[in-house]
């Protein structure tokens, strides 16, 4: 299995506050995705980021923040919690020197926001 | 609005049988990943076809992608119990490196 690490694996949280989720890789993979899954909407991008220090939006990126200070590490912010966001997120890696190639999954943050 | 979309939503088949998932997309892609997801688990890559491909097997899956419909589908053939999950279509564009889902097709064999 691809060396990837969600942090925390479940959290409860009060809507307004601000939370953060870590994915940690070992794999040196250049790309790193959030994405938030929710019944009946299969897998929606938040952000993702190229690069430390390069990120960019994805379909899903309203009230969510990103950073990448360390190629091994990508962390989610949400500013300011509300009820919208409780939800399965999932951190994904991945590396191409000749294109696209797969993606490895970590294996979620559960987050209910109350 | 998603770039993927499955059809069927769900499918449910009797052990043995063929399961056949399909992607509808809406823009020209790099490439097209087939993924799959246990209950509560992270996603599996199970396959990855590009633009200029149009066919590919892997064991027991077969993927097409006709780039001018913009549609691919999975084929599982022999399918097993253990095949029960979640599949997932994503793409991939030349002109950024986002990977895009689609809702996915649940699907349940039957012993």
């Known amino acids: 299995d691809a060396g990837i690490t969600q942090s925390p694996r479940h959290k409860v949280t009060e809507t307004g506050t601000p939370v953060t989720l870590r994915c940690h890789q070992t794999?040196?993979?250049?790309?790193m995705y959030w994405y938030r899954q929710d019944p009946g909407h299969g897998l929606r991008l938040i952000h993702y980021?190229?690069?430390?220090?390069?990120?960019d939006k994805g379909e899903v990126s309203d009230g969510y923040s990103v950073s990448r200070s360390k190629t091994e590490d990508f962390l989610l912010t949400l500013e300011s919690a509300t009820s919208s966001q409780t939800s399965v997120y999932f951190c994904?890696?991945?590396?191409?020197?000749?294109?696209?190639?797969?993606?490895?999954f970590g294996q979620g943050t559960r987050l209910t926001v109350v | 609005s998603q770039q993927g979309e499955e059809d069927p939503q769900a499918l449910s088949i009797q052990e043995g049988e063929n399961a056949t998932m399909n992607c509808s997309y809406k823009?020209?892609?790099?490439?097209l990943q087939w993924y799959r997801q246990n209950s509560g688990r992270g996603l599996v890559h199970l396959i990855l076809?590009?633009?200029?491909?149009r066919e590919k097997h892997s064991g027991r899956l077969r993927v097409t992608l006709d780039t001018s419909k913009k549609s691919s589908s999975l084929l599982i053939t022999a399918s097993r119990a253990a095949d029960t999950a979640s599949y997932f279509c994503?793409?991939?564009?030349?002109?950024?490196?986002?990977?895009?889902f689609g809702s996915g097709t649940r699907l349940l064999v039957r012993p």
């Open positions: 076809i590009r633009s200029n491909e």
């Open positions: 994503a793409t991939g564009t030349d002109s950024s490196y986002k990977l895009i």
């Open positions: 794999e040196n993979h250049r790309y």
């Open positions: 980021s190229y690069g430390v220090k390069d990120t």
């Open positions: 994904a890696i991945s590396e191409s020197t000749q294109g696209w190639a797969e993606a490895f």
């Open positions: 823009t020209s892609i790099n490439n």
